[in-house]
């Protein structure tokens, strides 16, 4: 997952204009595999969607991994960064705090269903005609923000270290950037120079969880994101170093659905409600 950061040859991520007499902006924009954009906040707060590709968004002490099922909600000033892990398609809106009142004031992520998608795509192209039509925006992002807060929210989130320790935090990168249960933590301990149990124990102190859950974390998001881009269950598990049957029985116990009933149009919801019509608790927090 390491790759160059942007560039002056790379379309920075600059939001539209936004201007006290408008309500609402929006701001569509294609950004390569491997893009990275460093910390950054926004005057207004954000729906922060891909309508293709993957994004993995670093927010405060959490990664969140974000499919074209999900979508990120931030605050105006929430501070984030976003590495593109494929091609992305970005669709945002970008809300005046006087009109979001109604929704949360942490950042959150939020499943996006067929309406949701088709309303942010449709605000993002509309505008980028340089169409105005005051009632029909006005209806389409009051729409849009009743689906934002009536929309299921997501557990998928990554605890992250600070950087009070550079082992652990080393330790941490070099698991996102290779999840693969082929690599020890008696291996990833060795690399960072520190002892097993040390790492242990900054892992329950800091982060709340041990090695194997943590990365069990990144997996599962990991894959969540594989899964949305297409890629075969039996390509994925062999990635993350399982064989495809106990990756399978892992991603169900885990997420309450068989990666096989993964649909890249539908909902992780939708998934297990497919699998069982009781509800089904994830044991990500």
């Known amino acids: 997952m390491r790759e160059a950061r942007a560039n002056s040859a790379v379309p920075k991520a600059r939001p539209p204009e936004l201007h006290d007499d408008a ?11 491997g893009l990275r954009i460093d910390p950054h906040s926004h005057t207004w707060a954000q729906v922060l969607y891909a309508v293709s590709g993957v994004m993995w968004v670093e927010v405060g002490r959490e990664a969140l991994v974000v499919p074209p099922q999900r979508a990120v909600w931030l605050p105006a000033g929430t501070q984030h960064s976003i590495h593109m892990m494929s091609e992305v398609e970005m669709r945002n809106l970008y809300l005046h705090e006087r009109n979001v009142g109604h929704l949360s004031r942490r950042s959150d992520v939020f499943e996006v269903n067929g309406l949701l998608r088709e309303l ?54 070099a698991v996102i950037d ?79 659905a068989p990666p096989t009933g993964f649909d890249p149009d539908g909902t992780l919801s939708e998934a297990a409600y497919a699998v069982s019509p009781e509800p089904v608790k994830s044991n990500l927090r």
Do not use: K
């Open 23 to 33: 309500d609402a902006r929006s701001l569509a924009r294609h950004y390569p595999r």
């Open 120 to 173: 942010i795509t449709s605000i993002a192209e509309y505008e980028g005609t340089g169409a105005r039509d005051p009632a029909y925006l006005d209806a389409a992002y009051r729409l849009a923000m009743l689906e934002l807060a009536h929309a299921p929210r997501s557990s998928l989130r990554i605890a992250l270290p600070d950087a009070s320790d550079r082992r652990l935090e080393a330790l941490c990168r």
């Open 178 to 256: 290779n999840p693969s249960i082929a690599i020890s933590f008696e291996q990833h301990a060795a690399s960072v120079g520190a002892s097993v149990r040390t790492l242990a124990r900054l892992f329950t102190r800091e982060l709340g969880v041990g090695f194997a859950e943590w990365r069990r974390q990144v997996q599962l998001a990991v894959a969540v994101s594989w899964l949305a881009e297409g890629r075969p269950v039996s390509s994925i598990a062999r990635s993350l170093g399982f064989q495809p049957s106990s990756f399978s029985d892992m991603f169900r116990r885990e997420l309450g």
